[in-house]
């Protein structure tokens, strides 16, 4: 199975911005299509971007387009989620997801999990 190990939450003013990281091991990277998915106290967990295996496609909830950027680098196994305008309302735990064969942009889509970072925007 492929490893998935995020990086780069932490806490940020509302208005600032954050660049999340995660790095895949285990498995051919580009095999996969890759998202993050957020998770927020008391809430379910919810798709935030998506990006198809060659970075050709990319997908977004509502909530974030024109504030987050997704994009890849295969050459060094890493997705990333630019986020900027970063509002309350994006406090989370965020999570990066490997979806080997892809169903959509959901859950059902994604077979590898990292373990999150915490992402907190102050107001």
């Known amino acids: 199975q492929v490893q998935l190990a995020e990086s780069g939450g932490g806490l940020v003013q509302a208005g600032g911005s954050l660049r999340l990281s995660c790095v895949a091991s285990?498995?051919?990277?580009?095999?996969?299509?890759m998202g993050w998915f957020r998770q927020a106290p008391g809430k379910e967990r919810e798709f935030v971007a998506g990006?198809?295996?060659?970075?050709?496609?990319?997908s977004y909830v509502d909530s974030v387009k024109d504030r987050f950027t997704i994009f890849r680098d295969n050459y060094k196994n890493t997705v990333y989620l630019q986020m900027n305008s970063l509002k309350p309302e994006d406090s989370a735990v965020y999570y990066c997801?490997?979806?080997?064969?892809?169903?959509?942009?959901?859950?059902?889509?994604?077979?590898?999990w990292g373990q999150g970072t915490q992402v907190t925007v102050s107001s």
């Open positions: 990006i198809t295996r060659s970075g050709g496609s990319t």
């Open positions: 285990g498995r051919t990277f580009s095999s996969y299509a």
């Open positions: 997801a490997a979806a080997h064969t892809f169903l959509g942009w959901s859950r059902m889509s994604f077979n590898y």
